[in-house]
C-alpha cells in the first residue's frame, strides 16, 4: 500500500510540476542516442537548456531571479563536470547535458544530482567492468585519474591523462548515468527520502 502512496505521490509530481517530466523526457532521449551512437546531440542540450532556462525565469517569483537561478545551475552543473572532460574522462556531450539538468534544477539541487550521477556511473562502471571482466583494469585507470587531477592541481599544470588503448575498459555511455543519477535524485527528492 505504501509503494502505491509513493507511486501516486510520483506521477502527481509529473502532472503538477511539467518542468521535471520535460527534463526526464529529454534525459531519456539523450541516453538513447548515448547508448546507440556514443553521443548527445547538440540540438538536444541546447533546446533544452534553452526550456530550462526560460521555464525557471516564468515560473519564478520574479523575473530576474528566476534567470539567474536557471543560470547559475547551469553554470554550476557544467563547471562540476568540466574537469573530467579536461582529462578526456568523459565527452563534451556529457557535460553539456549536466548543465542542460542544471538549468532546470538550480542551485543547490544540481550539486545533488551531480553526486547522484556520480554514484549511478560507478555502479554502472562496476557492472560494466564485471560484464567484461576488466575489474582490475577498471581500478587501476580511477587510480591513475585521480593521481593525475591531484598533481596536477598541486603542481597548478594542466592536467593530461593518455590511458593507452590496450588499457581501456571500452567506451560507457555516460548520459545513461546521467539520466539514472538524475532521475534517482529527483525521485528521492520528491518523496521526501533527500
Known amino acids: 500500500m505504501q509503494e502505491f502512496y509513493a507511486l501516486l505521490q510520483l506521477l502527481g509530481m509529473l502532472v503538477k510540476d511539467p518542468r ?4 526526464f523526457i529529454l534525459l531519456i532521449i539523450a541516453a538513447v542516442s548515448d547508448c546507440r551512437t556514443y553521443k548527445i546531440p547538440n540540438w538536444l542540450t541546447a533546446s533544452g537548456t534553452l526550456f530550462g532556462l526560460i521555464y525557471s525565469t516564468a515560473a519564478a517569483a520574479s523575473l530576474p531571479a528566476g534567470l539567474l537561478w536557471g543560470f547559475e545551475g547551469m553554470l554550476l552543473g557544467f563547471c562540476m563536470m568540466l574537469p573530467l572532460y579536461a ?6 556531450g556529457d557535460v553539456k547535458l549536466m548543465a542542460m539538468v542544471g538549468a532546470f534544477l538550480g542551485v543547490p ?3 545533488f544530482a ?14 560494466f567492468a564485471l560484464f567484461n571482466k576488466a575489474l582490475g583494469r577498471i581500478f587501476t585507470n ?16 594542466k592536467p593530461d591523462v593518455s590511458l ?6 571500452g567506451k560507457m555511455p555516460y548520459g ?16 521526501g527520502y533527500l
Open 20 to 23: 521535471i517530466c520535460v527534463l
Open 87 to 92: 582529462i578526456k574522462a568523459m565527452g563534451a
Open 109 to 111: 539541487y544540481i550539486v
Open 114 to 127: 551531480v553526486i547522484a550521477t556520480f554514484i549511478a556511473g560507478g555502479l554502472v562502471a562496476l557492472g
Open 142 to 157: 580511477v587510480k591513475n585519474i585521480v593521481q593525475t587531477m591531484v598533481f596536477s592541481a598541486a603542481g597548478g599544470i
Open 164 to 169: 593507452e588503448a590496450s588499457k581501456s575498459v
Open 176 to 191: 545513461v548515468s546521467i539520466g539514472i543519477g538524475t532521475f534517482g535524485y529527483v525521485v528521492a527528492n520528491q518523496l
